[in-house]
């Protein structure tokens, strides 16, 4: 009995495709939603993270770097940052019982997270308030017990009692039932490191002093202009972004005070450059965050330094040699890859870049809304979940 849980949810399936119609599954309604939350097997206990509580901030921490999404060989862990998961879930509008964690004995042992989005979904008409979903994580010990269904359900019941009735997530397995099945894609900036850690492998005729001169970057990027985006970009920033990402069928529209949240550069969080050729006039932007990966066996090395494209919009600048700047500053500030999806104009870097694809997908979910058309292709998805 595959996908016992999903197929229980508001999610299309396979036969119902083309009786649905277009919009909402279900229709929602707030008199019904219980107020109370869902009842947790004994010695468990639900309990709101405050994240800017250092040590529940630590505790969230520790059962992510531990427990968290590892890639298919079990090599890799992601290792989320304290400073990062700050960044990543407590945006402007945040809800303070969206960040969801079950405790046994004060220990954390599970996790969810939802953050409040709007999100356009195949026109300007369908403007949909509704959450983003992150993050879900069972302690690998208790992963018997059945408990990520009741963290999705208790956190679908704090968003209902919103009033918002539909979600957006990703995951790297397929359950009921993708709108998009994306594929992810890295270049290398370290290869002696990368196949070090046997992130990327040597085939018979390829030698590490090969593979170092067929990824070498220059010293400085070319763009004239290319700097660290500050404040004052902001009102530019906003204006290009939303532009931009009216070419999608899924995307967020962005305020100045959401662009100042989303981009403005952390360190060892999130990196955003600006293009500003002539005097203060922006033109292009270019951002990745950073996920490092801790090495899970390895006599060397703990870490993997990654960078993630985030949000890249180029009017001005030719978006390969943009990208190509990205891979210079992302090396010089000491990651070893820069990985990428084929989502939005990605594919018009991929290749030339040197950029290799992954081992895995990437699937895009919408909670409880059919679309128009049954999938999206991946240049179709215009929205970065971290
Ligand atoms: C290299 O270390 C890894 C540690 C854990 C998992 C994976 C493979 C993987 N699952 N990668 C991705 O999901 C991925 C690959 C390229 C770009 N974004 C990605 O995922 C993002 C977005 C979804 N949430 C995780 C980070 C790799």
Not at 26 to 35: F, I, S, T, Y
Not at 253 to 262: A, L, M, R, S
Not at 285 to 290: H, I
């Amino acid at each position: 009995k595959p996908h016992q849980f999903w197929q229980t949810q508001p999610m299309p399936n396979i036969n119902e495709m083309d009786k649905l119609q277009p919009g909402p599954i279900q229709q929602g309604v707030l008199a019904e939603v219980r107020k109370d939350p869902l009842n947790l097997i004994d010695k468990f206990e639900w309990f709101n993270v405050d994240l800017r509580n250092d040590e529940q901030a630590q505790q969230v921490y520790t059962l992510l770097k531990e427990n968290y999404v590892e890639d298919d060989d079990n090599m890799f862990r992601f290792d989320y940052s304290i400073d990062f998961l700050r960044w990543a879930l407590l945006p402007p509008g945040q809800y303070a019982d969206w960040l969801i964690g079950v405790r046994v004995n004060q220990k954390l042992v599970g996790f969810i997270s939802g953050i409040p989005v709007t999100l356009h979904i195949e026109n300007e008409q369908n403007k949909v308030k509704m959450t983003e979903i992150n993050f879900l994580c069972v302690h690998k010990k208790i992963r018997a017990n059945r408990l990520a269904p009741v963290l999705i359900k208790e956190i679908t019941r704090r968003v209902h009692i919103k009033n918002m009735w539909q979600a957006v997530y990703t995951a790297g397995i397929v359950v009921p039932t993708p709108i998009s099945q994306t594929r992810y894609y890295h270049r290398s900036l370290n290869a002696k490191k990368l196949i070090e850690v046997g992130f990327s492998s040597l085939s018979a005729r390829q030698t590490i002093s090969r593979q170092q001169k067929l990824y070498k970057l220059p010293e400085e990027p070319k763009t004239p202009g290319l700097r660290p985006m500050k404040k004052k970009d902001v009102a530019q920033v906003t204006k290009l972004l939303n532009e931009y990402l009216k070419n999608f069928k899924l995307y967020f529209k962005y305020t100045e005070e959401e662009v100042k949240h989303w981009f403005i550069p952390r360190k060892d969080v999130i990196s955003t450059y600006v293009v500003e050729k002539e005097q203060g006039v922006v033109t292009d932007f270019l951002s990745f965050y950073n996920l490092p990966s801790q090495v899970i066996k390895n006599p060397k090395y703990t870490h993997l330094k990654a960078a993630y494209s985030y949000y890249n919009v180029a009017t001005q600048t030719p978006i390969v040699q943009l990208m190509y700047d990205a891979l210079i500053l992302a090396k010089n500030e000491g990651y070893d890859v820069f990985n990428a999806l084929d989502i939005m104009d990605n594919e018009k870097f991929l290749k030339e870049l040197m950029f290799c694809p992954g081992d895995g997908q990437l699937n895009y979910y919408l909670y409880n809304w059919k679309l128009e058309s049954n999938m999206l292709k991946p240049e179709e998805i215009g929205i970065v979940l971290v």
